[in-house]
């Protein structure tokens, strides 16, 4: 069960976490989570180049240190990245030494102090100790921040079809949502139809698309 439009009370719950982006313009910021991929990640970069959008990859660190190449496109082509573990960890199934280890093994590889979660699953004292300042880890000294969103496409479900994801977006997403595609292999048929829908519809409507700043409030 996953809720597609974050609810209010889930954002009042946690405040610190980000889950939208204060904005007064026609302005989305959309995601990727768990590449690179060597045919989703590339396909997304092909489609937002077309609209001259601009986005955020949360990368995966193994997927990152298999496809360097690609994470080098990534950033070459102007969009932020964002750590998303080294092995896709989920936090409520990790203990926290393993957790935190695992983060900082990404950061290895993905040199951003943006940090989003898998499966949006963190404890409290794990989100704790991540945005904590701590000079004794480099890789951390300034804290993460910690990405959520407030819409899902729903490109993960292998029970969605293309459309449905499109139309989760299309629907729900509103001026400073923070949006969320995979650029995987479990997504990659839905999102392949639903990423190009997605851009066009916001981009006739006047929309910029743009990445996450590495520093926000």
Known sequence: MYFVKTPWWLKKLYPHYIWEIPVTEKILYVTFDDGPHETATLFALDQLRKYHAQATFFCVGKNV???????????????????????HLNGWKTTNKKYVADILEAANYIDSHLFRPPYGRISRFQANILMKDNRRHPLISKGFKIIMWSVLSGDFDLSKKATECRDHVLLHARPGSIVVFHDSKKAWDRMQGALPEVLKYFSEQGFQFKSLPYEME
């Open 65 to 87: 240190r298999e496809h360097p190449e690609i994470y080098k496109q990534i950033i070459e082509e102007g969009h932020t990245v964002g750590n998303h573990t080294y092995n």
